[in-house]
């Protein structure tokens, strides 16, 4: 830390370089710079706060910082001096992020306290503008200086814009209002729209001019998280039945991601090999876990694995795991267990974790077959060894970790049972 109690990381760039904020001995709160193991404290513009938004691979940051009288502004820090990127007239500006050139988006007030998005660029703070109306705002940036966001229109309806060269162009809507969320180097922009006299939104990608309705998995409802340098855009849509499944589209093709089980899944981000990350409910519906996908040209058969090797007691549960069966594509699973021995039997034979109980004792094989529906089945086998259900010795003889010690020649009985006589 900076000498309090906490400290929290905000972004990294490729050279490993770190921002966070942390809390300092005073009790502030001020942005850091970590590198090369020390914490370098950004300091304030003379307030008590300062908070980071991102870095640049040149280790520049962007994010803001209360003045001496209260006000908020947006910084850039560099080599050791932030520096006040002012606002559009008003009291408060607040950035979104910085790309490679050391261009700044974010959104300020005017001295008429309206919001307004801006591009700060080589110490110019410029206002965006709006489309007709009051207000705008951004949502993000790409390497060129291509900025989207969204800006009210007269009519009070909010429009994409995507503003490139001092011109702001309206994306237009799919009926209603728009929102973009993502924005590629080639200048395809992502996001919703509200359908025309509807609630409902769907998806779009907005490419030379032309916005596209990306539809739904079966739906009333879609939308899109991130496009990357492929054309490839990642989101979530309700399907016929209400669930909700991320999803990433292709070529005018929706592919729904699936779920872990639950009702529930949606995207993050999107990188340039096509991984996606987001996050999905589990059966049951009670808690959520991180997941990383790729779509791939053909569908991949499954992997299985039975685990072991196991090793317990004739009569007795052994609990089986096929917890490392895997699909890269998300289909649904089936799976079934066998044994080579009559007298070992599954409780659930179709179970992802089921128990086996035999009544004998030897090395058994028991197989694991998975199926995606797609592909042949794959099955894995594991080695089951199945010893007497022997508990340990009776007195006089102590188990471990006892010692026993006699004298020589002192004849000992020896008590022990195998659990039934065993055919002796």
């Known amino acids: 830390t900076l000498g309090g109690t906490y400290s929290y990381a905000q972004d990294i760039n490729e050279a ?4 966070g904020s942390s809390t300092t001995a005073g009790g502030q709160t001020h942005a850091f710079i970590w590198e090369g193991g020390a914490m370098i404290d950004l300091g304030t513009l003379g307030g008590s706060y300062s908070y980071p938004y991102a870095i640049n691979e040149t280790g520049q940051v962007t994010g803001y910082s209360y003045l001496a ?6 910084f ?13 007239g008003g009291t408060l500006s ?22 307004h998005a801006f591009l700060w660029d080589s110490g110019t703070m410029n206002d965006l503008g709006t489309l007709g109306g009051n207000f705008s705002f951004v949502r993000a940036m790409n390497e ?18 995507l503003w490139e060269n001092g011109v702001m162009t309206d994306l237009g809507s799919l009926g209603g209002s728009s929102d973009p969320t993502g924005v590629n180097e080639a200048g395809q922009v992502v996001g919703y729209s509200y359908l025309s006299n509807s ?13 596209i309705d990306l539809g739904t998995l079966g739906g009333s409802h879609s939308g899109a998280s991130a496009i990357n340098e492929a054309g490839l855009v990642i989101g979530n849509s309700h399907l016929a039945g209400g669930e909700s499944h991320a999803f990433v589209w292709d070529e005018g093709i929706m592919f729904d991601l699936g779920t872990f089980g639950g009702s529930y899944s949606t995207t993050t981000d999107i990188n340039e090999s096509g991984q996606i990350i987001g996050h999905s409910l589990l059966p049951g519906n009670t808690s959520y876990h991180a997941f990383v996908a790729m779509k791939t040209a053909v569908n991949q058969p499954p992997t299985a694995s039975a685990g072991g090797p196991y090793q317990g007691n004739e009569g007795t549960l052994i609990a089986m795991s096929g917890a490392n069966a895997s699909d890269l594509d998300f289909d649904m699973l089936t799976y079934s267990w066998d044994v080579n021995s009559a007298l070992c039997s599954f409780d659930d034979v179709n179970a992802l974790n089921p128990n086996l109980t035999c009544n004998d004792v030897g090395n058994f094989t028991a ?12 099955s894995s086998d594991a080695a089951v060894n199945v010893i007497f259900n022997w508990a340990g010795f009776f007195q006089p003889v102590d188990n471990l970790p006892t010692w026993n010690s006699v004298n020589a020649g002192q004849a000992i009985p020896v008590k022990f049972s195998l659990g039934g006589d065993q055919g002796l």
């Open 16 to 19: 490993g370089q770190v921002i």
């Open 367 to 378: 197989k694991l077959t998975v199926s995606d529906g797609v592909n042949p089945p794959i």
């Open 69 to 74: 009288n209260g006000q908020q502004r947006a």
């Open 76 to 88: 850039v820090w560099e080599g050791g001096v932030m520096t006040n990127l002012g606002t559009l």
């Open 199 to 211: 609630s409902n939104a769907h998806a779009f990608l907005w490419d030379s001019g032309v916005m």
């Open 94 to 115: 607040s950035p979104l992020t910085i790309n490679e050139a050391g261009q700044v988006v974010g959104n300020s007030y005017t001295a008429d306290f309206f919001y």
């Open 144 to 161: 060129t200086g291509q900025v989207v966001g969204g800006a009210y229109l007269l009519s009070g309806e909010i429009h994409a814009f």
